[in-house]
């Protein structure tokens, strides 16, 4: 059999073998729906009637329920009565939003209205996609909600893992480069920063199950590019972390804990001026 016979073969049996899954863009597409309905400044439409709006539940439901219906390596996806069970969450996470957005307005000066965050802010998304992905994730569906936070990670440059348990009143302000991983744990209050990293200091596979990425209580502030990794890694209650901290250990509450640069100029032979920066 020559080469290229063979890898034609090869490719036809991966796609026989193949789980069936629901597209990506169509996982986007219902989630994009159901933000716009949540949200009207996201929507071309208006639903000003109530009618229309249960309308468009019901049109969301079996949009779901064929997603659902695609997601068969996930056997969760196939009880019966899911999708009901899903929408019956949408209500708090929809009140959830509401106070992050509340959390991103007052926590950004250079925001001038709340419909500003909703309509432009990357962090909002962001936002969004993880509160519904990982409500899903926790429920016991598989695939769908990393695909939800996937495309939000290419839209915003902010990478969540659906996994990852995040409280109240969130606060992402820029939000370029920023990772929490899956086990990672977040109080209510947090405010985050460009370019922070909650990340695992193991990246064995046989440490999947353990929980590899660190707490942050609340009302702690990260300030951008601060790396804080590992699973018994805390940040207390009340703490700032300053940009460009590299942390591997626990701090305690109400900790300020900063980076510290030195300069050395030379002005002769044998004399030295250090300039620190804090």
């Known amino acids: ?26 996982v986007v597409r219902f989630f994009d729906r159901l933000l716009d309905l949540l949200f009207p400044q996201f929507s071309e439409s208006r639903f000003t ?8 539940i019901d049109i969301l439901k079996k949009e779901l329920r064929l997603l659902l219906d695609k997601n068969t390596e996930c056997m969760k996806s196939q009880e019966e009565g899911v999708v009901d069970e899903i929408f019956r969450k949408i209500p708090d996470i929809r009140s959830q939003l509401l106070l992050d957005i509340e959390a991103i307005y007052l926590g950004d000066p250079a925001a ?22 990982h409500y899903l994730l926790d429920l016991g569906i598989k695939l769908i909600p990393r695909i939800i936070s ?28 920023i990772v929490i991983g899956e086990t990672t744990v977040i109080g209510s209050r947090v405010k985050i ?42 940040i207390g209650e009340g ?24 300069m050395t100029n030379t002005k002769g032979e044998g004399e030295t001026d250090t300039i620190t920066f804090k």
């Open 1 to 26: 059999m020559s080469d290229n016979k063979r890898f034609i073969k090869d490719l036809a049996e991966a796609h026989r073998n193949a789980t069936n899954c629901p597209p990506p863009k169509e």
């Open 49 to 56: 009637e109530e009618k229309t709006v249960q309308n468009r």
């Open 112 to 133: 001038k209205t709340r419909e500003e965050v909703v309509r432009s802010y990357p962090g909002f998304y962001a936002i969004s996609a993880h509160r519904f992905a």
């Open 150 to 177: 996937e495309n939000a990670h290419r839209r915003s440059g902010i990478d969540i893992h659906p996994g990852a348990e995040i409280g109240n009143f969130f606060c992402i302000d820029h939000g370029t480069g």
């Open 193 to 234: 920063y460009q370019g922070v990293t909650l990340g695992g200091l193991s990246v064995k596979k046989e440490d999947a199950r353990k929980k590899r990425h660190p707490t942050i209580k609340d009302n702690v502030v990260l300030y951008a590019g601060a790396t804080i990794l590992g699973g018994d890694t805390v």
């Open 239 to 262: 703490s700032i972390i300053g940009g460009n901290v590299w942390l591997t250990k626990s701090v305690p509450p109400n900790s300020k804990i900063y980076y510290q640069a030195r």
